[in-house]
């Protein structure tokens, strides 16, 4: 399957985020997700963003880090 695109903003992690990855996640296996400046620039703050984003996908999501892009995977069998 291709890979979908998406951008985060200065909203940050939302519920409604959650679920428009899901909705994603229904069509293509990998997305990747641009972190905006308006959202964040540290990287501390990117790790984090990274866990909330993993928290309410659930345990069959797997996530790389690349500067200010993630690129998040779904797996068939729980991963973490």
Do not use: C, P
Not at 19 to 29: A, C, V
Not at 36 to 61: C, F, P
Request: hydrophobic content about 35%; charged content about 35%.
């Amino acid at each position: 399957m291709t890979q979908s695109q998406i951008q985060l903003g200065k909203n940050k992690v939302t519920e409604k985020f959650i679920e428009t990855l899901r909705g994603h996640f229904k069509n293509h296996d990998d997305v990747k997700v641009s972190i905006l400046k308006s959202a964040t620039r540290d990287k501390a703050e990117m790790k984090k963003i990274t866990e909330e984003i993993l928290e309410g996908l659930g345990k069959n999501y797997t996530a790389k880090r690349l500067g200010f892009t993630l690129f998040l995977k779904k797996w068939r069998k729980n991963m973490r």
